[in-house]
């Protein structure tokens, strides 16, 4: 059974930063692009950042560059998103997806397999 479990979010102050987890376990997770996406009540799912699954090739959206690093531990089949200059805008649920494609994918449909997510939620 796969499991990814995300963990690092928590209320924070703008400018701030968190580092986000996710233990992945139930797939061999070297051979898993992985991926965060972020979610707002009444919003659609959003791509933040995705890795392949080497870690050769990384990939994120234009309101995160600069900001997000994502980066993996595949001897420890962990995924970790680092969150810099939080803003009020990046207050959401975030979550890991892996994805078994031969390139790294921005979209929901793409991911095979999600975590639960943890809240992030920056005061201004």
């Known amino acids: 059974q796969v499991q990814l479990v995300e963990s690092g979010g928590g209320l924070v102050q703008a400018g701030g930063s968190l580092r986000l987890s996710c233990a992945a376990s139930?797939?061999?997770?070297?051979?898993?692009?992985m991926a965060w996406f972020r979610q707002t009540p009444g919003k659609e799912r959003a791509f933040v950042a995705a890795?392949?699954?080497?870690?050769?090739?990384?990939n994120y959206a234009d309101s995160v560059k600069g900001r997000f690093t994502i980066s993996r531990d595949n001897a420890k089949n962990t995924v970790y998103l680092q969150i810099h200059s939080l803003t009020p805008e990046d207050t959401a649920n975030y979550y890991c997806?892996?994805?078994?494609?031969?390139?790294?994918?921005?979209?929901?449909?793409?991911?095979?397999?999600w975590g639960q997510g943890t809240q992030v939620t920056v005061s201004s």
């Open positions: 139930g797939l061999t997770f070297s051979r898993y692009n």
């Open positions: 997806a892996a994805d078994q494609s031969l390139t790294v994918r921005r979209t929901v449909n793409s991911y095979d397999y």
């Open positions: 890795i392949g699954y080497a870690a050769y090739s990384t």
